[in-house]
């Protein structure tokens, strides 16, 4: 047998690289690669929204209701969550837990229908989709003999510049603490997403358009008792100030002031519940990454030392903290895994070993001859 069929594949996605990079600990309990632990019953909050609202985007583009699905999904996960929790648990979650529930589907849904009406039926014009949901897989040569090493990940969508010469990868982020442009740019998962797409589709990509959806509810202006609207300056978007004038039969030109407030606002990133950035890298800002991103695969699939990474700023980020206590006070681990946790896989995970061959391919093969070249060696 040849040196290369004795090798294995490794996938390790994009966010297990930041885990990694965050924290080492965190990385080898939740790893895919490694202990592979997800808390059992209901989700995490702002991951489960987060995952609504992605569903929700990604059924408009592919020409269905986003409302309908966000409610869909919402209830699968929930129906889930719950029968995890009664086998886990072996009772029904509390109400309260329930309730929260309820208040992230609903939140969820007013934060779509608000995203449809700041930016419209074509949500990424002047660029168009062309697919969404990608998963993909890039080979790096970390000279390990034994090893085939890949970087996974999945792009919220593929877009095509009005010229349609030009790629962008797009991603949906809902954010609940608004970021800098100056850090984002330099977020590990956006270099990223445009050194893999580079990789599969070559020059032709451009960069990545970065969509923040601010995970709040518009306020509805208050009806002072004169009927008129309140000008008081609040969160909320024009689109609803415009609909509660409407409702009441009053004339906006006399709210026209408050109204460019508004709208000037939306435009700032700064306040905005929609953000938008466009983050383009140097071919050695690309380099670099591909240098650094080797070099953390290698360390990772190279049996590394584990150790905690505990921030001054706290470990807000962390899902399995306490694991992470157990280990720092020498409790025992065993027993909170056994009694908290199951051994599960990722979504991207599963959708890289499923894909014969990679939907990045298979993307390119569909796209052949329509203003997207082909890059095959990469993919
Ligand atoms: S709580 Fe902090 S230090 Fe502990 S595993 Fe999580 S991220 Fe690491």
Redesign the pocket.
């Known amino acids: 047998m040849s040196e290369q069929n004795k090798s294995i594949d490794v996938f390790i996605s994009v966010s297990e690289v930041q885990q990694f990079l965050?924290?080492r600990?965190?990385w080898d309990f939740v790893s895919h690669n490694r202990q592979s632990l997800v808390r059992s019953g209901l989700p995490t909050l702002s991951l489960h929204s987060g995952t609504l609202v992605h569903s929700a985007l990604h059924a408009h583009a592919q020409g269905g209701d986003p409302i309908a699905t966000l409610k869909l999904k919402a209830a699968e996960a929930e129906a889930k969550a719950v029968a995890e929790y009664q086998k886990v648990v072996g009772a029904s979650p509390a109400s309260e837990e329930l309730t929260n529930l309820n208040d992230a589907r609903e939140l969820c849904m007013s934060v779509v229908r608000n995203y449809f009406a700041h930016w419209g039926d074509k949500p990424v014009a002047p660029l168009e989709y062309l697919k969404t949901e990608i998963a993909f897989r890039v080979p790096v040569d970390v000279n390990i003999p034994g090893k085939n090493v890949f970087l996974i990940g999945t792009f919220d969508g593929i877009a095509r510049s009005a010229s349609g010469k030009r790629l962008w990868i797009v991603d949906h982020k809902t954010f609940t603490r608004r970021t800098d442009a100056r850090y984002l740019i330099r977020n590990f998962q956006f270099v990223a997403y445009v050194w893999a797409a580079k990789s599969l589709f070559g020059d032709q990509v451009a960069g990545l358009l970065y969509d923040g959806v601010w995970m709040k509810q518009p306020v509805i202006p208050e009806v002072l008792k004169s009927g008129a609207l309140s000008k008081k300056a609040i969160d909320t978007t024009p689109a609803v100030y415009l609909a509660c004038l409407q409702e009441l039969g009053l004339n906006p030109a006399d709210y026209g002031e408050f109204i460019s407030e508004l709208t000037r606002k939306q435009l700032d990133p700064a306040s905005s519940f929609f953000v938008r950035h466009e983050f383009m890298y140097s071919d050695g800002g690309l380099r670099t990454f591909e240098r650094e991103v080797t070099a953390a695969l290698r360390d990772m699939v190279n049996s590394p030392s584990i150790y905690?990474?505990?921030r001054w700023e706290g470990?807000w980020d962390?899902q399995?903290?306490d694991l992470?206590d157990a280990v720092q006070l020498e409790e025992d681990v065993d027993f909170l895994i056994k009694h908290k946790y199951k051994r599960d896989t990722y979504d991207t995970v599963k959708a890289v070993k499923a894909l014969q061959p990679t939907q990045a391919k298979e993307f390119l093969d569909e796209h052949a001859g329509k203003g997207v070249a082909t890059n095959t060696a990469s993919a």
Do not use: G, Y
Request: glycine share 0%; charged share 15%; hydrophobic share 35%.
């Open positions: 965050r924290c600990r965190m905690a990474n505990f470990c962390c399995i903290t992470c």
